[in-house]
């Protein structure tokens, strides 16, 4: 199970809306559960796909993207609203779900990943026997 995300975007988009963007914005997200897996959505608009970098280390799902700015060195910016630099996010996963199988894809600027729900997690039937002996244990 998606257990949560960065803990600090709230202050960030806080702290912009106060002093102006301060550094490149947190990518918007959306996570679901589709019947055995967790797909997630992120939107990376204008992102080069070779700049996206994922990875996991126990339950957190790192990922990292980078956007430039397609104006070529030394013109005059007009206006600059779109950010560029660096962009991440941390997610952390539940015990749950199985990291080993995770698959991305990035399509029409927004990277997907779909992350299964691991064999042990999944519901099972228990079978009920019954009319046996029951043995009983002296001390």
């Not at 104006?71 to 199985?98: K, N, S, W, Y």
């Given at each position: 199970?998606?257990?949560?995300?960065?803990?600090?975007?709230?202050?960030?988009?806080?702290?912009?809306?106060?002093?102006?963007?301060?550094r490149p914005g947190a990518m918007g997200m959306d996570a679901y559960r589709s019947g055995d897996e967790f797909?997630?959505?992120f939107d990376l608009p204008g992102v080069d796909p070779e700049t996206i970098d994922l990875d996991v280390e126990?339950?957190?799902?790192?990922?990292?993207?980078?956007?430039?700015?397609?104006?070529?060195?030394?013109?005059?910016?007009?206006?600059?609203?779109?950010?560029?630099?660096?962009?991440?996010?941390?997610?952390?996963?539940?015990?749950?779900?199985?990291?080993?199988?995770?698959?991305?894809?990035?399509?029409?600027?927004?990277?997907?990943?779909?992350?299964?729900?691991?064999?042990?997690?999944?519901?099972?039937?228990?079978?009920?026997?019954?009319?046996?002996?029951?043995?009983?244990?002296?001390?």
């Amino acid at each position: 199970m998606l257990m949560r995300s960065d803990p600090f975007r709230e202050l960030d988009r806080l702290t912009q809306q106060v002093f102006g963007p301060t550094r490149p914005g947190a990518m918007g997200m959306d996570a679901y559960r589709s019947g055995d897996e967790f797909v997630v959505h992120f939107d990376l608009p204008g992102v080069d796909p070779e700049t996206i970098d994922l990875d996991v280390e126990r339950n957190v799902l790192n990922v990292r993207a980078e956007r430039t700015s397609p104006a070529p060195e030394g013109a005059e910016m007009i206006v600059a609203e779109r950010p560029t630099g660096t962009f991440t996010r941390q997610l952390f996963l539940g015990e749950t779900l199985d990291t080993e199988r995770i698959d991305a894809s990035y399509d029409a600027g927004v990277l997907t990943l779909r992350i299964p729900v691991a064999e042990q997690a999944k519901p099972r039937k228990i079978q009920i026997t019954g009319g046996g002996e029951r043995k009983q244990i002296s001390s």
